[in-house]
């Protein structure tokens, strides 16, 4: 994985243009997200850990939002069912690119890998094939919030007996002063790992417009709408949280 550090945001750029996955982005990414989201390391791990679990013979496991496909090596590490294969879509060209040569470069270090088929592609119009793990791992928030549910209920749809979508989003609070705690104390997080006020600030004009984050609360309802049985918080930082739902 890259180790070019994350300076996007260090010089006062202006006009701060709305966030996208784009080339600079990627250059950085593996950089940017252990710096931005409080726990990433151990969520990423750990869902190939709880993936392992749900894991049926000759079924599916996705990685939707795949950037460069930490989730699915996570998966590759951890899941031993038979004949399971990867499915891992992300609609950014310059990530599912990236992506590729990092799973090229697993491939050729360990033997007995899952195979594993990247697609470039929105996951709003993916065909899903009979799935037992469904990983989306801080992408729902980048999808419109008026077709969140009927992405969710596609994906229940797909997910067989016994298996299960693991869901790892930014939370927004309902209370106004928890809301705003939390955000302080994130912001703490993210001085803490060398971000400067400024990259902070224009980080956050960023992602403003193209990342609208929900409460726990609207996740749980949302879920239930979409025909989940339950749904199960197994991991919380900060803003930051990982559910587990199951079909
Ligand atoms: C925060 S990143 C995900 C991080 C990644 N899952 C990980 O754990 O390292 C969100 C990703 O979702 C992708 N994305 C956003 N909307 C999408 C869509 N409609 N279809 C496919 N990918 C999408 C973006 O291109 C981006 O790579
Ligand atoms: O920087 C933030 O505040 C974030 O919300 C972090 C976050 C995310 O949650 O996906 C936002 C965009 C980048 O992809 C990396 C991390």
Redesign the pocket.
């Known amino acids: 994985m890259s180790k070019e550090p994350d300076r996007l945001f260090a010089q006062p750029l202006g006009q701060v243009p709305d966030f996208a996955?784009n080339e600079d982005v990627v250059r950085v990414?593996p950089d940017m997200?252990k710096r931005s989201v409080p726990g990433?390391p151990t969520i990423?791990e750990n869902l190939g850990v709880l993936a392992a679990q749900f894991a049926q013979p000759n079924t599916a496991l996705y990685?939707?939002?795949?950037?460069?496909g930490?989730?699915t090596q996570a998966l590759r590490r951890h899941v031993r069912s038979d004949g399971c294969r990867v499915i891992a879509?992300?609609?950014?060209a310059a990530?599912v690119e990236r992506c590729r040569q990092y799973l090229n470069a697993q491939d050729s270090m360990f033997q007995e890998l899952l195979p594993v088929e990247v697609i470039e592609?929105?996951?709003?119009a993916l065909e899903f094939q009979p799935a037992s793990v469904v990983?989306?791992?801080?992408?729902l928030q980048?999808?419109a919030p008026e077709q969140r549910l009927e992405l969710l209920t596609r994906i229940r749809q797909a997910l067989l007996p016994g298996g299960a979508l693991i869901l790892?989003e930014k939370l927004r609070f309902e209370d106004a002063d928890e809301h705003a705690l939390l955000t302080d104390l994130h912001v703490a997080f993210k001085r803490a790992n060398g971000y400067s006020e400024l990259e902070i600030a224009q980080k956050r004009s960023a992602i403003e417009n193209v990342m609208k984050p929900d409460s726990l609360e609207e996740h749980r309802q949302r879920l239930l709408a979409a025909g989940f049985s339950k749904v199960l918080p197994w991991f919380q930082c900060l803003n930051f949280a990982s559910l587990i739902a199951l079909p």
């Open positions: 996955f990414f997200i990433y990423v990685d939707l939002g795949s950037s460069l930490a989730v879509i992300d609609n950014s990530m592609g929105d996951i709003l990983a989306m791992n801080f992408t980048f999808i790892s």
